[in-house]
């Protein structure tokens, strides 16, 4: 699976809009794009996944550029339950296996 | 619904003992579970894939005879962790596929447990 860029760690106020970037320019046509989330002390969580369109839930947007060299998470109005390290993570369609390889992620804090 | 729960939440033991920890989904079958392990400030590491009724696969790096995992139903998969050292003090996490909502929505996400905290003394 193709490796994914992520900032460090990012802050938001409370109430305010968050757009989270992440990079993957390696990435190949059969790779969907996933994001998981993760509170402090607590397992992982699905936030949302596409592959080539804009996706919406009742969690998050994803934003997906063009070339899919890039994408956004974007979570519309960021609330303390929102801090976490938010994982961007490629999976290949054809990764039978439905192994997750985790990266180093995005350390959210959300001020009030 | 696509519950997965993990028991003990947290153990302290002394060096050189075995540990257990469980790994359930309640709601839903699981062919294939996983295990992670998680160091404090860093990242999620895959340790195994767990599969319903044959051996686990463990990725490189891993001593399988160090980290037992079982399966043997599904909804039910166990890792223990023999002679447990204080290097094995970790945060240990288990996630669940559910394939039956793979096959009809195609949406292949993991669903994890909350954690179990190992301290190794």
């Known amino acids: 699976d193709a490796k994914t860029t992520q900032p460090n760690s990012m802050e938001s106020n409370e109430e305010e809009p968050v757009h989270l970037p992440c990079n993957h320019s390696?990435?190949?046509?059969?790779?969907?794009i996933h994001w998981y989330r993760q509170r402090p002390s607590q397992g992982p969580e699905y936030v949302i996944h596409g592959l080539t369109s804009n996706v919406n839930n009742r969690m998050a947007s994803l934003a997906i550029a063009e070339d899919r060299k890039s994408s956004t998470l974007i979570l519309h109005r960021a609330t303390l339950r929102d801090a976490a390290v938010y994982y961007c993570i490629l999976r290949d369609a054809s990764n039978q296996g439905g192994k997750l390889i985790f990266g180093q992620g995005t350390e959210l804090s959300v001020k009030p | 619904g696509a519950v997965v729960s993990q028991h003990p939440s947290w153990v302290i033991c002394k060096s050189g003992t075995s540990v257990k920890i469980e790994c359930r989904s309640l709601?839903?079958?699981?062919?294939?579970m996983f295990w992670y392990r998680q160091f404090p400030k860093q990242s999620l590491m895959l340790m195994a894939t767990?599969?319903?009724?044959?051996?686990?696969?463990?990725e490189q790096g891993v001593e399988k005879d160090k980290f037992l995992i079982n399966h043997a139903s599904l909804t039910l998969s166990t890792l223990t962790v023999t002679s447990a050292h204080p290097e094995d003090s970790s945060f240990y996490i288990c996630?669940?596929?559910?394939?039956?909502?793979?096959?009809?929505?195609?949406?292949?996400?993991?669903?994890f447990g909350p954690g179990t905290r190992l301290t190794v003394l």
């Open positions: 996630s669940a596929r559910d394939l039956m909502r793979l096959a009809i929505s195609s949406t292949d996400t993991q669903y």
């Open positions: 390696t990435i190949s046509g059969t790779d969907y």
């Open positions: 709601d839903f079958q699981a062919t294939t």
């Open positions: 767990s599969n319903e009724g044959s051996k686990a696969t463990y």
